[in-house]
Structure formats: C-alpha cells, structure tokens
C-alpha cells in the first residue's frame, strides 16, 4: 500500500498503557520511555515534534520517515520499550488514538495540548518543570516540518479586505 505524501503524515497520536496502570509514575520506567523515542527518532524513524509522558498514557506530536507508516512507528515505541522493560505482564493497551495535522493551527493547537496536559493532571504547576514533556528545557526535538512551517508566513502576507 502506498504511503501518503510526506507532507501530509505528521500526526498527533496517544497510546496507554495496559488497564491505564501507572506505570511512568515510576521514574526508571519515565526515562526508558524517553530513552525508547530518543533511540528511534535518532535512527530516523520519525521526527518528533512534541510529547509528555504522562503516568498512564503518551502523547506525541511525530512525523513518520517516509518509508515508515504511523502503525509502524508506533509499534518500534510501543515493542521497543516492551522489550527494554522485559515485562511479563501486558504492557499497552492494544488500541492508539490518532489524528493526522492538517495545517500549522492544528499544530500549534496540539503542541500546547500536549504541554498542558501535565499541568492538567496536576502534576507540576508549570509545564516546564515537568521532566518528560517536551515543554521541559532539556528536550530535543525536530522543527515544525518545512510543509507547516510556511502557513502562517503565507497567511500574514495575505492581504485582510
């Protein structure tokens, strides 16, 4: 099946984790996930735009490599850290949510989301205290892709009548 133009695959997606059991409560479990994403998006299969991990569930703004779709991308998250963890008990929830970015509103819209949602949780009082976001002054992340990055420049040139 052919993969959708790369310009069109970036995605906003949440998976949990097996019975929304508090697993990244656990600090070594936080960063083995942060671990897990900086791994693959360092091996190109994705660009990662924006995350938290939160204590139950993740939530990422990524774009896949072209060759890769976002069932596989998720399935390199979900199996790497499923393996890196050796759990014998079941660790994801089977299903993910998923909703493809259609233009850099919707970006903007998901990033701020996902920085909320610590704070949301009641987890840190400022977003950038929380250590496994990407809101946090210690992540790495990959720029707005190029496709995205030009809207808002194109719209400001656009003349208002």
């Not at 070594?28 to 204590?55: C, I, N, Q, W």
């Not at 990422?60 to 050796?86: D, H, N, Y």
């Not at 998923?98 to 819209?109: L, S, T, V, W």
Request: proline residues 6%; contains cysteine.
């Amino acid at each position: 099946m052919p993969l959708a133009p790369q310009e069109t695959r970036t995605y906003f997606t949440t998976f949990s984790t097996s019975g929304r059991r508090r697993l990244f409560h656990v600090e070594s479990a936080a960063r083995l996930m942060l671990d897990t994403l900086r791994g693959y998006r360092e091996k190109g299969s994705f660009a990662l735009h924006a995350f938290a991990v939160m204590p139950d569930h993740v939530h990422l703004l990524l774009t896949p490599a072209p060759e890769v779709s976002l069932e596989k991308a998720i399935q390199f998250m979900k199996g790497g850290f499923s393996f890196r963890l050796k759990s014998r008990s079941e660790v994801w929830e089977r299903a993910h949510f998923d909703k493809r970015i259609k233009d850099r509103d919707g970006y903007e819209a998901c990033v701020a989301y996902i920085h909320a949602n610590p704070v949301a949780a009641g987890l840190v009082e400022d977003a950038a205290q929380f250590a496994y976001s990407s809101a946090h002054p210690s992540a790495s992340l990959d720029p707005i892709p190029d496709w995205l990055a030009w809207q808002k420049e194109a719209n400001a040139a656009d003349p208002i009548f």
